[in-house]
């Protein structure tokens, strides 16, 4: 009895071990979240090469073509890989000095390879006079391949400003 109780915490303790450690399909997908987040920030003192090293990473993170669309900017269209670079370098020159981080993300699985992720984008920013905080609500898809999760679609839902 006593060996049966010991063999049935091991594998309690094991399977509680792999469930913590080992990485599972929602915490990919939010680590990806963050690392978009730190890869779009733009740090005051940012120089060319770990500005463009970031651009790289965030492009790492995508699937092409990747669709994105934002109503209120009437851009409803895919990128490729390269366009969509130059849209983060873009997006990093024009704001310069913000802190980009997602919030109060949900995500759901319809299937074993496809992610719908709805989550609110905050900038917390600095100009030369004041800062400002803009959110954004955004709905992403995101597709599983070769083992990595990958955001193929990306739509900006809301716009709130505080």
Known sequence: ???????????????????????????AIRNNLDSL????SSPENETAIPALKKIALAGRLFNYPCTIHIESQDID???NKKELSDHILML?????NTHFSFHDTAINFPLDT?????????????????????A???R???????????FSKVTVVDFIEQ
Not at 3 to 25: G, K, Q
Not at 114 to 134: N, V
Request: contains cysteine; charged residues 30%; hydrophobic residues 40%.
């Open 77 to 79: 269209r895919t990128f």
């Open 37 to 40: 987040a730190e890869y779009c």
């Open 136 to 138: 954004y609500e955004i």
């Open 1 to 27: 009895m006593n060996t049966t109780i010991r063999i049935f915490l091991l594998l309690l303790l094991t399977a509680t071990a792999a469930y913590i450690f080992l990485p599972n399909d929602e915490k």
């Open 140 to 150: 992403i898809e995101a597709i599983k391949s070769d083992g990595d999760w990958l």
């Open 92 to 96: 990093k020159k024009t704001t310069l």
């Open 114 to 134: 496809q992610a719908e992720i709805i989550t609110t984008l905050r900038l917390d920013g600095k100009t030369k006079d004041s800062r400002y905080i803009d």
